[in-house]
């Protein structure tokens, strides 16, 4: 099975930057992904790591050590419509679909 | 199209109805997704079909039974439910392929069961 950690809830004033993590314990490690959630919404995509180190793109970023079992993702610049639920998911074990869900992460962004 | 549709968005239901939910994409994914999401709570994994087989059953009880009538359409049959089935149910697709086999996600119907 899989084990998927994150902190619940941070609030950040606009224009900051915020760091959430995650940690996970898995077997068959392929892939971990950051995807952001908005109230009643769909899950959107935001980050795909695979090998270690940092993926940017635009205002986030996103970094994975699978040695540590460990993945943050960076927003910069932080903008009002940046408060929602972040999630990161990751990848494991037979075949390329199944993606489990951490608990996901609330910003709260204030001006 | 880049959109997962699903429908209906909200639905309504007894313990002793059948209703269906339905999902839709026309983006020539070939691995479509059933997750199930209880109010701040992640998306659980539900069912997953690739290439219109079913790939992936997490131990779903028999009330719930998917459909994947061809590759763009997967539907989610609901017999004889209990109210703490309710929850947001999200479909999502992917190109079942190497590489991120990033999912879409649809907006969800958000079934309520008296």
């Known amino acids: 099975g899989q084990n998927i950690d994150q902190p619940t809830e941070m609030t950040a004033t606009e224009g900051a930057i915020v760091q959430i993590n995650c940690t996970y314990q898995?077997?068959?490690?392929?892939?971990l992904f950051w995807y952001q959630q908005h109230a009643g919404e769909a899950p959107t995509f935001l980050s795909y790591n695979v090998l270690d180190g940092l993926e940017e793109k635009g205002r986030f970023s996103s970094f994975l050590s699978r040695s540590k079992g460990y993945s943050y993702l960076l927003l910069k610049e932080l903008q009002m419509k940046d408060s929602a639920s972040y999630l990161c998911a990751v990848r494991a074990g037979y075949g390329n679909n199944r993606l489990a869900f951490g608990k996901g992460n609330q910003v709260v962004v204030i001006p | 199209d880049t959109e997962v549709t699903q429908t209906p968005k909200h639905l309504v239901m007894g313990m002793t109805n059948k209703k269906s939910l339905k999902c839709e994409q026309h983006?020539?994914?070939?691995?479509m997704y059933w997750y199930k999401q209880k109010a701040k709570k992640p998306p659980e994994l539900m069912f997953v079909y690739s290439y219109e087989k079913l790939s992936i059953n997490e131990s779903v009880p028999s009330r719930f039974s998917p459909e994947c009538p061809n590759s763009s359409l997967l539907n989610l049959h609901l017999h004889a439910l209990q109210p703490e089935d309710s929850a947001l149910y999200l479909c999502?697709?992917?190109?079942?392929?190497?590489?991120?086999?990033?999912?879409?996600f649809g907006a969800g119907s958000r079934l309520t069961v008296l």
């Open positions: 999502a697709s992917s190109q079942d392929s190497g590489g991120a086999n990033v999912l879409t």
């Open positions: 983006m020539g994914h070939r691995a």
């Open positions: 898995t077997s068959g490690f392929n892939g």
